[in-house]
């Protein structure tokens, strides 16, 4: 009884190494073109939640006749920002609140790009959020 021996062709180190080399060539070339997707991505979650906060300051104001300068006061609850272990990339405070007006602003924990700017959001009364600061 003879034993038959088949040999599997692989690839060696250099051959390896050289198709990690062109992809990592690749990704540097296609990643500055993701990034402002990237950028955009993360802003829906603090359009999102300015517009759920400018939601609770009119419900507020219909019980009480102005706008609260207190997230607790309107029931909402910020998400733990991923600086405190959570997934929000966005930290959320009340500017300013009257009888007849508010201002929210979401700033980001995170520099989504590199390049020391941090992204900010604003909302007011009329319920519409604009970019402040672009990343």
Same mark, same amino acid.
């Given at each position: 009884?003879?034993? $038959? &021996? ?5 690839? =060696?180190? #250099?051959?390896?190494?050289?198709? *990690? ?18 950028a ?6 603090? $359009? &999102? ?5 400018s =939601?609770? #300051?009119?419900?507020?104001?219909? *019980?009480?006749s102005?706008y ?17 272990g959570g ?28 390049d ?20």
């Amino acid at each position: 009884m003879s034993i $038959k &021996i088949h040999k599997l062709r692989g690839f =060696n180190l #250099q051959e390896m190494l050289l198709v *990690l080399a062109l992809i990592g060539i690749l990704l540097l070339i296609a990643l500055p073109n993701f990034l402002p997707l990237i950028a955009q991505t993360k802003a829906q979650e603090a $359009k &999102i939640q300015l517009k759920t906060i400018s =939601n609770m #300051q009119t419900q507020y104001r219909y *019980l009480h006749s102005k706008y609260s300068n207190d997230l607790a006061a309107i029931d909402y609850e910020a998400p733990r920002t991923v600086k405190d272990g959570g997934t929000a990339n966005y930290a959320y405070q009340i500017i300013e609140a009257s009888l007849s007006n508010f201002k929210v602003r979401a700033v980001a924990v995170v520099d989504f790009d590199g390049d020391g700017v941090f992204n900010i959001w604003e909302i007011d009364e009329k319920g519409d959020p604009r970019q402040i600061v672009k990343d």
